[in-house]
């Protein structure tokens, strides 16, 4: 973990470039909802000459962009499904379009996990330019708030702008840590469905391959 944390902190104080990284790689990790508020907070601790409007636009961006991997990544997953478990998500859309866009905002705004709503939505190919203008909303929207409270800070504690920042990031990791530890199996959640769809559709067609949507 030590080294981790190092890894990280080294690219925060990289800048702007060390910034999106660092925030990318964290959230890259599926099914662990790090707390982007942290770690806007942190990179305003750790670099009180930026500015706190970019830090969180910065945040909100990298955090996106992984979001978005991980929808495309389940959205193709969905070659591997039958065309019975497809017929049924495809009778969510109606559902998905009236109430993806704040769901998505709130999963993105809050301490909600979004990894679940991520699949959901992407199962159920949901607009793309819908999901980005409305994640990236509701999650600029707390990385702001975060990095407007480390500024805050970090201007009334000179001299500890640095302690509080590897404290709060020491947290933030070992939650992370701690969170796949304890709840690893629900990472292997859409493994498991699809495993399981692939296993049926091959007992159903006598050896053909599931059809693709």
């Given at each position: 973990?030590?080294?981790?944390?190092?890894?990280?902190?080294?690219?925060?104080?990289?800048?702007?470039l060390?910034?999106?990284i660092a925030?990318?790689?964290?959230?890259?990790?599926?099914?662990?909802?790090p707390?982007?508020?942290?770690?806007?907070?942190?990179?305003?601790?750790?670099?009180?000459?930026?500015?706190?409007?970019?830090?969180?636009?910065?945040v909100?961006?990298?955090?996106?962009?992984?979001?978005?991997?991980?929808?495309?990544?389940?959205?193709?997953?969905r070659?591997?499904?039958?065309d019975?478990?497809?017929?049924?998500?495809?009778?969510?859309?109606e559902?998905?379009?009236?109430?993806?866009a704040?769901?998505?905002?709130?999963?993105?705004?809050?301490?909600?996990?979004?990894?679940?709503?991520?699949?959901y939505v992407?199962?159920?190919?949901?607009?793309?330019?819908?999901?980005?203008?409305?994640?990236?909303?509701?999650?600029?929207?707390?990385?702001?708030?975060?990095?407007?409270?480390?500024?805050?800070?970090?201007?009334?504690?000179?001299?500890?702008?640095?302690?509080?920042?590897?404290?709060a990031?020491?947290?933030?990791?070992?939650?992370?840590?701690?969170?796949?530890?304890?709840?690893?199996?629900?990472?292997?959640?859409?493994?498991?469905?699809?495993?399981?769809?692939?296993?049926?559709g091959?007992?159903?067609?006598?050896?053909?391959?599931?059809h693709?949507?």
């Amino acid at each position: 973990m030590q080294d981790f944390l190092q890894l990280i902190t080294d690219l925060i104080l990289q800048g702007y470039l060390g910034l999106f990284i660092a925030c990318f790689i964290i959230n890259m990790i599926p099914f662990l909802s790090p707390s982007n508020m942290v770690l806007a907070g942190v990179a305003a601790l750790l670099l009180p000459g930026m500015s706190w409007i970019a830090i969180g636009i910065i945040v909100a961006i990298a955090a996106t962009l992984a979001k978005l991997i991980h929808y495309f990544v389940i959205r193709g997953s969905r070659i591997a499904l039958s065309d019975e478990r497809l017929a049924s998500l495809d009778s969510e859309r109606e559902r998905v379009d009236k109430w993806g866009a704040l769901a998505l905002f709130i999963a993105a705004a809050s301490p909600v996990p979004d990894d679940p709503l991520i699949v959901y939505v992407g199962l159920t190919k949901y607009s793309v330019s819908k999901f980005l203008l409305f994640y990236f909303t509701g999650k600029v929207a707390v990385t702001l708030a975060g990095a407007v409270i480390g500024s805050t800070v970090s201007s009334y504690f000179e001299s500890m702008p640095i302690v509080l920042a590897s404290i709060a990031l020491t947290a933030l990791i070992t939650g992370i840590l701690f969170k796949r530890k304890t709840e690893g199996a629900e990472s292997d959640l859409l493994q498991d469905l699809l495993e399981e769809e692939i296993l049926d559709g091959e007992e159903d067609t006598d050896g053909t391959t599931p059809h693709n949507s």
